[in-house]
């Protein structure tokens, strides 16, 4: 069962009890941390308990021999406050970041294991802020607010207990106050919840928006959107600024109201200690030690006011990570392992819709390639070309029909052992931030040598532009390849696949970002990389799929014609109008 707050967001109550869980390994180091600051809270009481002692005998019956004795005591007492101080402000400090190591790294795993989908769902903006925001608001929770928590209350404790051993009139008051000070903080406990988690989403808004303005810089140098951008991350910014004001003045308002319940209370021991036959015990030891114990309460009750809305906002960031963590990782109950595939692919009347969308990406699909094969898919951009190698590599998995690999249901496989018979060549090109010999071998680390790595590089022609390079092989070639151009790019995810050896090989427009001299080179390494594999072409250039054994003409998810290139222009059909439109845009180009 759960909560749910204003906003809509559903709180469960059992949250920090699972939260929790992430500290129960630490209880050696936490009993360490605790000890610390309880000790530390206790010597605090302990001295300030002194003033009745000093002020009755020492002051008021002149015997100074205590005086002395304390001045001999209290260097050492106060080094070992130190010393408890330091457990306990750095253990409970390696506590919270342990803790929130553990939930970026639970975080990251995660995201690099749910679907496809999940991520087609939630900006990167979004994902990025939970890792490096929310995980550092739980950290505070965990570090911070416990620190708090734990320190403070004991000193609250402690005072008050030494209150009512000097005079429990007085101090009764406080138990009366006790009730209002609850009923304040649980009330301002769920509006430091509900702001932290838009606060949060505020600050998703704003990762997202610098992520994309500083992907899309030369878009928006391009058409000088340098204004429209600044004036969305200002709206953003400024709705960021609004929310942590309102948490602010939650905060000043609950530190407020309970100082000044606080302060009625003092009032009352003031008042009740200008009538000596209504406390006939009291002595001005105990008087000036009962004010100063209610005076000393303000500080530490402020803090531990303050610290609820750390708190608060270490679980409202528990919501939103475990949210996450909650999510299903892909599925996979593949028991049919198998180590290399001959490459027989078929489809039998599939058909698949994208979860955001109503309409079918692909309607009643059927089709098959035979081992060695490059079959080639054609069609207007949003046909279904690219649905078809998604769903062969299951980044989605198809709502009805059957899809086969060498006879086995490709649900029936394990992911890794399926992806792995798959080498892909996208027209998006993923590299990254390392250097081209460790992008050329990615996926393939540990499995081949510099020599192969270099073979594959000359294949697709990389070396014609790594000599030019300071580093060679060795050159970092930046956040996915910037400083590459994007034919450059293309040639090392072809190198790539080359390494990679798979059974099948899909090309998704593989060609689309060369240039024509390029393109040409990289045809004959194409050429002998599709020699004894499947292969799977998912075209743009018409030309580059001549010789393929079959073409699929896709047309709004469906099948509207196939054969060989030859048999396709001979049908006048919707291929043959695409192949002469082509054709005569290359005539005018040259």
């Known amino acids: 069962m759960s909560t749910q707050t204003d906003s809509g967001t559903q709180v469960p109550p059992n949250i920090f009890r699972r939260f929790s869980v992430y500290l129960k390994d630490f209880k050696f180091a936490f009993f360490i941390a605790v000890v610390g600051m309880i000790g530390y809270s206790a010597i605090d009481v302990a001295v300030v308990a002194q003033l009745k002692p000093i002020v009755d005998d020492s002051l008021g019956k002149g015997d100074y021999e205590y005086l002395r004795l304390a001045a001999y005591f209290i260097v050492p007492i106060f080094v070992l406050r130190g010393i408890l101080n330091f457990l306990g402000t750095y253990t409970i400090a390696w506590i919270g970041n342990h803790v929130v190591m553990r939930l970026r790294q639970?975080?990251?795993?995660?995201?690099?294991?749910?679907?496809?989908?999940?991520?087609?769902?939630?900006?990167?903006?979004?994902?990025?802020?939970?890792v490096i925001y929310d995980t550092e608001q739980v950290s505070n929770a965990a570090g911070k607010a416990l620190l708090t928590l734990v320190r403070d209350g004991a000193f609250v404790i402690g005072l008050l207990f030494a209150m009512f051993y000097y005079s429990w009139q007085l101090s009764l008051i406080f138990v009366l106050i006790g009730p209002l000070v609850a009923v304040i903080v649980s009330v301002v406990s769920k509006r430091f919840r509900l702001v932290s988690k838009r606060i949060q989403d505020a600050m998703g808004g704003l990762t997202s928006a610098v992520e994309q303005v500083i992907k899309g810089h030369k878009v928006v140098l391009m058409f000088g959107g340098q204004a429209f951008e600044d004036k969305r991350f200002a709206e953003q910014n400024n709705n960021n600024r609004q929310q942590n004001m309102k948490l602010i003045i939650a905060k000043i308002l609950s530190v407020s109201s309970i100082q000044v319940i606080a302060s009625f209370a003092l009032a009352v021991v003031l008042y009740i200690a200008s009538y000596p036959d209504l406390v006939k015990s009291l002595t001005p030891g105990v008087f000036v030690s009962v004010v100063v114990f209610m005076t000393m309460l303000l500080k530490p009750l402020k803090q531990l006011t303050t610290v609820n809305s750390e708190f608060q906002k270490g679980m409202a960031a528990c919501v939103s990570i475990f949210e996450v963590l909650d999510q299903q990782v892909e599925e996979d109950k593949g028991t049919h392992s198998v180590d290399r595939v001959a490459g027989k692919i078929e489809f039998k009347n599939v058909t698949f819709s994208y979860p955001s969308k109503d309409a079918p990406a692909l309607k009643d699909i059927s089709f098959s390639v035979e081992p060695g094969q490059t079959f080639a898919l054609v069609g207007r951009s949003g046909s279904g070309k690219s649905t078809i190698s998604s769903l062969l590599t299951r980044f989605y998995d198809n709502q009805t029909g059957e899809i086969l690999l060498d006879d086995i249901l490709l649900k029936d496989m394990p992911l890794k052992d399926l992806r792995r018979q798959f080498a892909l060549v996208s027209q998006?090109?993923?590299l990254f931030n390392d250097s081209i010999a460790n992008n050329i071998a990615y996926g393939s680390e540990g499995k081949v040598s510099r020599e192969q790595i270099l073979a594959a590089a000359k294949t697709a022609h990389v070396l014609e532009f790594l000599e030019q390079l300071p580093e060679g092989l060795d050159t970092i070639v930046g956040e996915n390849g910037f400083m590459l151009s994007g034919g450059q790019r293309q040639r090392l995810a072809i190198a790539r696949a080359l390494l990679l050896d798979a059974p099948i090989l899909i090309l998704d427009e593989a060609t689309s970002a060369l240039d024509t001299e390029s393109e040409r080179l990289i045809q004959d390494a194409l050429e002998q990389l599709q020699q004894n594999r499947t292969s799977i072409v998912v075209a743009h250039r018409l030309s580059t799929i001549e010789n393929a054994d079959t073409i699929l003409v896709i047309e709004a998810g469906e099948i509207i014609e196939q054969g060989n290139h030859q048999s396709l222009l001979a049908q006048n059909g919707t291929y043959s109008q695409l192949y002469n439109m082509q054709f005569d845009d290359e005539l005018v180009a040259k």
Not at 106 to 126: A, C, K, M, W
């Open 106 to 130: 639970q975080l990251f795993s995660r995201y690099i294991h749910l679907p496809v989908e999940f991520h087609d769902n939630n900006g990167t903006g979004q994902l990025i802020s939970k």
């Open 428 to 430: 998006h090109v993923v």
